[in-house]
């Protein structure tokens, strides 16, 4: 399978759209997903479900709640959950935040430190907001009706 990316002038392996990271992670068996929001945000916004792909996600926060501060330990945290998914640096890694700003930054953070298949799912899980300030009406993983839970 190709994956199909846009804005690829990055130092990761380049943007897809959330269907796109639906199609990798349902395909390539050792694909995971990072989602970078808080847990707050998993909590009360919501969650892609993968488990009728068996698969879970995983979620490391990129910045704490509340105060906004960056997770110093963010890489170390991802390369240990990861390497305990037996997830390899040549895997497709999946970065999710709420609009794709976050999960980019994580990604980029990753391919630094060798992990070679890092991708960001632009629009993120609740996408752009529109002219009433509303998000997942324009795009994003929510807007393009894929699989989500809400805890």
Known sequence: MHIETFKNETNYAGDISPAMAWQVLKEFKKSTLLDVRTYAELNFVGQPDLSSINKSI??????????????????????????????????????????????????????????????????????????????ACINGWKKEGLPWIQL
């Open 58 to 135: 995983k979620n490391i926060e990129l910045q704490m709640f509340p105060s906004g501060k960056l997770n110093s330990e963010f890489t170390k945290q991802a390369e240990i959950e990861l390497e305990n998914e037996h997830i390899e640096r040549e895997d497709p890694i999946l970065f999710l935040c709420r609009s794709g700003a976050r999960s980019a930054q994580s990604a980029s953070l990753m391919a630094q430190r060798g992990w070679k298949n890092c991708y960001n799912i632009a629009f993120g899980f609740e996408g752009d907001p529109n002219e009433y300030h509303h998000r």
